[in-house]
């Protein structure tokens, strides 16, 4: 059992960086798999990138080389390091979580534009 609250959003230029994080609350958060999830307008959710509790990693690859995901347990949080951002990374980021259940932020707007 978390909960989720996404942060970092923002306004970026072409070819800049912003980092998110997601904190998260609850006494197990370490054996979750967390991941970061984004939606553009008109557009279907997907997955960019998602890591499990023992560390391994997976990158949709259009972000793959450019972002990169990491977690500290012992914040309860996770990061979602964004690099080298493109327009088409423009839509808004959401973290989840998922164990037995699946549990969702809010979701941080990045909008990519010069």
């Known amino acids: 059992q978390v909960q989720l609250v996404e942060s970092g959003g923002g306004l970026v230029q072409p070819g800049g960086s912003l980092t998110l994080s997601c904190a998260g609350s609850?006494?197990?958060?370490?054996?979750?798999?967390m991941g970061w999830n984004r939606q553009a307008p008109g557009k279907q959710r997907e997955l960019v990138a998602s890591?499990?509790?023992?560390?391994?990693?997976n990158y949709a690859d259009s972000v793959k080389g450019r972002f990169t995901i990491s977690r500290d347990n012992a914040k309860n949080t996770v990061y979602l390091q964004m690099n080298s951002l493109k327009p088409d990374d423009t839509a808004v980021y959401y973290c989840?979580?998922?164990?037995?259940?699946?549990?969702w932020g809010q979701g941080t707007k990045i909008t990519v534009s010069s």
């Open positions: 989840n979580a998922i164990l037995r259940d699946n549990y």
């Open positions: 609850g006494s197990i958060f370490r054996f979750y798999v």
């Open positions: 890591m499990s509790d023992c560390g391994n990693t």
